[in-house]
């Protein structure tokens, strides 16, 4: 079974901060690994994601994520904090291979930028 | 491109009747979902449909059933509404299961008193 662990409830962080929020996971096999945000009130929105290649994947509104094999990790980063930045955060992973249709999601974190 | 759209956006049952919430995507995808959000949870899948006229159980199906006759609809349906499946329904859709990405729709509030 494949599963997702967002460790904190909430992040807080000042604006102009970098920001991590933190994504550990447990699938069989090499996983594909996603990020969403959730506005109040808005479905998920998708972030970025790795599938294969760098560890380092860049996606939409500044933001990345390192992939961590050995760790089994794929925290969320951004070196600059925007209070438009605060919103709930959802990390999930697939298993590879045919068939495997089930996206897992975690129970998210909730990023609050204090101006 | 309207993306996922979702009727109703939000819908008050009393206890044992049913309905139908609907999803349309406008971006020819192959793969469809249908999850539920409840506080603390996450999300959950109830169904999804890889391909149309296909659909396969998710993690909580129970009480619910769904229909994908066309490539751009899937239908969630409650049979009998019970309070336990008061939440946030999100439809979502992906060009494929495996490695796309999948998009939502802006949510279903359901009440079921």
């Known amino acids: 079974a494949q599963s997702v662990a967002q460790p904190e409830d909430q992040v807080k962080v000042a604006e102009g901060n970098p920001l991590t929020v933190k994504c550990t996971y447990s699938?069989?096999?090499?996983?594909?690994l996603f990020w969403y945000v959730q506005y109040p009130n808005r479905g998920l929105q998708f972030l970025l994601k790795?599938?294969?290649?760098?560890?380092l994947v860049k996606g939409s509104y500044g933001f990345e994520a390192e992939f961590n094999k050995s760790q089994t990790s794929f925290h969320l980063k951004k070196p600059s904090a925007l209070v438009s930045d605060s919103a709930l955060y959802f990390c999930a992973v697939r298993a590879p291979g045919a068939g495997s249709y089930q996206l897992t999601f975690g129970k998210g974190t909730k990023l609050s930028v204090i101006p | 491109n309207a993306g996922v759209t979702q009727t109703p956006k939000f819908q008050v049952l009393k206890t044992g009747q049913s309905m139908t919430l609907q999803c349309a995507q406008d971006m020819n995808h192959n793969s469809m979902y249908w999850y539920r959000q409840d506080p603390g949870m996450g999300l959950r899948l109830i169904y999804y449909s890889a391909s149309e006229g296909t659909t396969d159980k998710g993690e909580v199906p129970d009480g619910y059933n769904v229909s994908r006759l066309k490539k751009q609809n899937f239908l969630l349906g409650l049979e009998s509404a019970a309070p336990s499946q008061t939440s946030v329904y999100f439809c979502?859709?992906?060009?494929?299961?495996?490695?796309?990405?999948?998009?939502f729709g802006p949510g279903t509030r359901l009440t079921v008193t």
């Open positions: 979502a859709s992906s060009y494929s299961e495996v490695t796309y990405e999948q998009y």
């Open positions: 790795y599938i294969t290649g760098d560890n």
């Open positions: 699938v069989s096999g090499n996983p594909y």
